[in-house]
């Protein structure tokens, strides 16, 4: 199951990469019901789950760790000693979307509606009606989409609004939304696959609607959508069980880059805008927007670990040269 030929004395490895997330110096990579924590080009800790882990999200501080769960409600860990610190409720299980955002946890139910909890506060909040979620990497702001498929900014503290409604672009309701990383703007993808940009830094300094721009329309079903810090927008487009990344600046209105046949779990990395690939042998490889491969962090057989990239090894466990030997 790990991809490598071992005498078993080492103990086997841990089992494939089925997810991979992670932001600025944290990569988290989902092995099957345990989730292998790195920082930089080391692996410093395992975090065991309940159950087969289907996704998995780190802040951009490396302080909590998120796993939704297929048999299991969605748990919060401590990435520091891998403890339990928080467990939502039975009806959380199945749980598609969870996001990140600070110290506010917001996912959106099975049964429809979100439901946020900020764990600095002991806070938690439910509405009954978004159909679509966004969390700010801070956790300073929420975006839904009304059951009408506008947008709003809410203020995940109280639920209201934090900004005027933004001026919708279209009679098309929205299908998905996402922040800016460590920018005011926020992205929004209509039913019609038109894409979208709305800067709200004048809407927040101002107390104004914020108006919007529509960037790209795109054919192909979408299934996640991030906006880095480089003023670009990342797709993923799925095809069967692989699935294509573009890239999008958008201030040219411009694809830069199409990245194709990537696990269908690939992800990105806001902060760095590194792409973040689930791969064979326990690995997870990451890449540049351009598709470039940059590194690879692998778990070996027993507990050892190795961090590589085209020049040499960049990081390994004291038993990695025997694991592999």
Excluded at 97 to 110: D, F, H, I, K, N
Excluded at 215 to 240: K, Y
Aim: hydrophobic share 40%; proline share 6%; glycine share 12%.
């Amino acid at each position: 199951s790990d991809g490598l030929l071992h005498d078993g004395r080492a103990g086997a490895g841990m089992p494939p990469v089925t997810a991979a997330a992670g932001t600025g110096p944290f990569r988290l990579a989902v092995h099957r019901d345990r989730v292998a924590l790195w920082k930089g080009n080391d692996r410093v800790g395992v975090v065991k789950g309940g159950g087969t882990v289907n996704g998995a999200l780190i802040d951009r501080d490396g302080r909590l760790i998120v796993l939704t769960q297929e048999d299991s409600p969605v748990t919060v860990y401590s990435a520091l000693d891998g403890r339990r610190v928080f467990e939502a409720g039975p009806d959380t299980v199945g749980t598609s979307q969870v996001l990140l955002g600070g110290s506010v946890v917001a996912l959106r139910l099975p049964n429809g509606g979100a439901r946020w909890w900020d764990l600095a506060s002991n806070l938690a909040l439910e509405l009954s009606w978004p159909t679509a979620v966004a969390l700010s990497g801070s956790g300073t702001w929420m975006a839904v989409v009304t059951p009408r498929g506008a947008a709003r900014i809410l203020d995940p503290s109280t639920g209201h609004d934090a900004l005027p409604v933004p001026v919708p672009l279209a009679d098309v309701p929205i299908a998905r939304l996402a922040f800016m990383n460590r920018q005011p703007g926020l992205l929004v993808l209509d039913q019609d696959g038109v894409l979208g940009h709305y800067d709200l830094s004048e809407s927040a300094r101002k107390g104004t609607p914020a108006r919007g721009r529509d960037i790209l329309t795109f054919n192909e079903p979408v299934d996640a959508l991030w906006g880095p810090s480089l003023g670009q927008a990342v797709l993923r487009l799925p095809e069967g069980d692989r699935c294509t990344l573009l890239v999008v600046d958008i201030e040219t209105a411009q694809v830069t880059a199409e990245i194709t046949d990537l696990h269908p779990a690939t992800s990105v990395d806001l902060e760095t805008g590194t792409i973040l690939e689930p791969v064979k042998a326990g690995a997870l490889l990451e890449r540049d927007l351009s598709g470039t491969e940059q590194r690879v962090l692998r778990s070996l057989s027993g507990k050892e670990w190795l961090s590589f990239e085209a020049r040499g090894i960049l990081g390994a466990s004291d038993g990695a040269a025997g694991a592999i030997g």
